[in-house]
């Protein structure tokens, strides 16, 4: 089976640049979302096709994937932005989530 | 806006079924085109997607669980659902039922529901 590795948690500062891990096989060849789960709240895509934003996603939100590793990153981190993190990719017909990412803002 | 609500038993017993259903509202199934899917999330642990089926009755499962798995969808009560056989206190998760757009290697996950907590435990 496919496996897509997070680091379980990251912490970051206020107004400091979160950098959030998704590392796989190859991870470059496949398509990575991402996705925001707030405390209590269902999960929410705020990356599709590896770096593309839906509407209403701000800015300071961006991505890439490249070689075994995607990567989020989140610019003028706010405490708002305190989450949970998963990226999410397709082994073929099957979807794969990571381990999911504890972001604190301190 | 599709918004999608499971509603679930809340508590079931060991070796009985899970069942729970997800209703979409703010729109017509029917003029959808999504995969109707369940996704968990157990305690501690990342999310894990469990099947999708279409419509047209496409289905996908996640090969670790598609044994003890059925999915169906109904259109006419803007409905979908999910069974899970044989359970043990591992299947104690949230459940959330989604909308997947696309599928075979390229799609995401575009409307959530709230989630469902389901314990399992005697």
């Known amino acids: 089976s496919y496996d897509l590795t997070q680091p379980p948690s990251v912490s970051v500062s206020p107004g400091q640049t979160a950098t959030i891990t998704c590392s796989g096989d190859?991870?470059?060849?496949?398509?990575v979302y991402w996705y925001q789960r707030r405390p209590g709240q269902s999960p929410t895509l705020i990356i599709y096709?590896?770096?593309q934003r839906p509407s209403g996603v701000p800015e300071r939100f961006s991505a890439s994937n490249s070689g075994n590793t995607a990567t989020l990153t989140i610019s003028e981190t706010q405490a708002l932005d305190e989450a949970d993190y998963h990226c999410?990719?397709?082994?073929?017909?099957?979807?794969?989530f990571g381990g999911g990412t504890k972001l604190t803002v301190l | 806006q599709v918004r999608l609500q499971e509603s679930g038993p809340g508590l079931v017993k060991p070796s009985q079924t899970l069942s729970v259903t997800c209703t979409v509202s703010g729109d017509s199934m029917r003029d959808l085109s999504y995969y109707w899917s369940w996704v968990r999330q157990r305690p501690g642990e990342g999310l894990q997607w469990i099947a999708s089926m279409s419509n047209r009755g496409g289905t996908y499962y996640n090969p670790a669980l598609k044994s003890r798995v059925s999915i169906s969808v109904d259109t006419s009560e803007n409905q979908f659902s999910l069974r899970l056989d044989s359970v043990t206190a591992a299947d104690t998760a949230v459940f959330f039922c989604?909308?997947?757009?696309?599928?075979?290697?390229?799609?995401?996950?575009?409307?959530w529901g709230q989630g469902s907590l389901i314990t399992v435990s005697s």
């Open positions: 190859n991870l470059g060849d496949k398509i």
């Open positions: 989604a909308a997947l757009t696309g599928v075979r290697g390229v799609g995401q996950f575009d409307f």
């Open positions: 999410q990719a397709w082994d073929s017909d099957i979807v794969v």
């Open positions: 096709r590896d770096s």
